[in-house]
């Protein structure tokens, strides 16, 4: 049943003012009256604050260098202050979750997802568990072995951390999260995707919820030991990650912007710049690739 609902999830893919920005506007002689806008970026901070701000600087340069624009990394405390301030027009491209992506494209009708990870197309959610339960990797979802541990989620708009977890929770067991578990259900409301691990690692949590990506890159880096907090489910494949941007910013950086933009994006190899997402290459992406995260969250009524 789930295999079949998420099938169809892959199938499908899965307005606000610029405030502030003015644009090139040449004088007789090709001369500049005006000093172009800076492009304001942010992301949704599915880590810790502190190392997001680091990764987020090779992107700056480069941007800078290849569009010949200012670039500014503005930091949105949580995730729904990154789609707030989308909206508002603060910032002009966002790194954004599937869910947060939706939200603010829904917010901003012009708005466009031009970029995506190499992955995100085929995204999924790791179910982890404190090695005192004694819960090791099963093929199906170990609704009994769980109901009665305590559990987390991640960031309550995460698409990996909460959205999709708490789908296929209700495609599995015709419940929500909250009907299913019967000890109170948390949320790491800072921290992201890290705190859910560093939580179930340290025991103060038994199970959690956790982004894929972040886990084996925790894993990789000596973070996290696999052996403390060990997988114990893998969800389904869904579309994840994507760099939104506001539709009109070729009024205020030149007609053909995001569309240069989106090629020096999907064009860039440097490993630096791409730890910014991390990810090894970026693709394109449309606002149709995330049709079936829209669907899902209308479904469990997180969206209307």
């Known amino acids: 049943m789930v295999k079949t609902a998420v099938s169809s999830l892959i199938g499908i893919g899965l307005a606000g003012l610029l405030v502030g920005c003015g644009g090139k506007e040449n004088g007789e002689g090709g ?3 005006a000093v172009p806008p800076a492009l304001v970026i942010t992301a949704i901070p599915d880590e810790k604050v502190s190392d997001q701000e680091a990764r987020f600087q090779a992107l700056k340069a480069y941007l800078a260098e290849k569009l010949d ?6 930091i949105s405390k949580d995730y729904a202050a990154s789609v707030q301030r989308f909206a508002n027009g603060e910032v002009h491209m966002a790194w954004f979750g599937g869910f947060t992506g939706v939200q603010a494209r829904e917010r901003v009708k012009t708005a466009r997802a031009i970029a995506q990870g190499n992955l995100d197309p ?3 959610s790791y179910f982890i568990a404190n090695a005192s339960t004694g819960l090791s990797k099963s093929e199906e979802f170990p609704a009994e072995a769980i109901k009665d541990l305590t559990f987390t989620f991640g960031s309550p708009s995460s698409t990996s951390g909460r959205l999709m977890p708490e789908y296929f929770i209700k495609q599995i067991t015709g419940k929500s ?3 299913f578990f019967s000890k109170e259900v948390q949320f790491q409301k800072s921290g992201g995707h890290v705190a859910t691990a560093e939580a179930v690692q340290a025991g103060s949590v038994q199970v959690g919820a956790i982004n894929f990506k972040t886990y084996d890159s925790m894993v990789a880096d000596g973070r996290l030991d696999p052996e403390k907090a060990p997988i114990i489910w893998v969800t389904p494949d869904y579309a994840d990650y994507n760099l939104t941007v506001h539709g009109d910013l ?4 030149g007609e053909g912007f995001i569309d240069d933009l989106q090629e020096v ?3 860039c190899e440097d490993r ?4 910014a997402f991390n990810r090894d290459k970026l693709i394109p992406a449309t606002n149709e690739d995330f049709a079936g995260i829209e669907a899902v969250a209308k479904e469990l009524g997180l969206m209307r």
């Open 31 to 33: 001369s500049t009256g």
């Open 69 to 74: 624009i200012k670039v500014e990394f503005s």
């Open 122 to 124: 085929q995204f999924k």
């Open 177 to 179: 999260a909250a009907d």
């Open 250 to 253: 070729d009024k205020h950086f």
């Open 265 to 267: 994006l999907v064009g």
């Open 272 to 275: 630096e710049v791409l730890k």
